[in-house]
Nanobody, 124 residues
Framework: QVQLVESGGGVVQPGGSLRLSCAAS????????MGWFRQAPGKEREFVAR????????YHADSVRGRFTISRDNAKSTVYLQMNSLKPDDTAVYYC?????????????????WGQGTQVTVSS
């Protein structure tokens, strides 16, 4: 059983930056591809980014490409999401998850384990 704990959320002004972290325990972290999703009030949870087990391959949603960067440190069992040039539309609860790799990387259903989420609010 894998446990995931997100941190790093908060309130930031438009144009600002935040770095989210997701610490994993209970498994061999380097064996898991990882993803970030987000859910805004009244909206469905949506894909943000995904990183391969080695960290060499990443995917980012069109809405965040060029502003957000997913990365990982397998020695620390942690995946990160660096968020720059934040916009009010980025306001959401951000979740990390383990990708089972049995489905497409942007499909919610192909992720097995989820953290509790961390709130990001972009507001002036």
């Amino acid at each position: 059983q894998v446990q995931l704990v997100e941190s790093g959320g908060g309130v930031v002004q438009p144009g600002g930056s935040l770095r989210l972290s997701c610490a994993a325990s209970g498994g061999t972290f380097s064996r898991y591809a990882m993803g970030w999703f987000r859910q805004a009030p009244g909206k469905e949870r949506e894909f943000v980014a995904r990183i391969s087990r080695s960290g060499l391959t990443t995917y980012h949603a069109d809405s965040v490409r060029g502003r957000f960067t997913i990365s990982r440190d397998n020695a620390k069992s942690t995946v990160y999401l660096q968020m720059n040039s934040l916009k009010p539309d980025d306001t959401a609860v951000y979740y990390c998850a383990v990708h089972s790799e049995s489905g497409t990387y942007y499909d919610l259903a192909s992720y097995d384990y989820w953290g509790q989420g961390t709130q990001v609010t972009v507001s002036s």
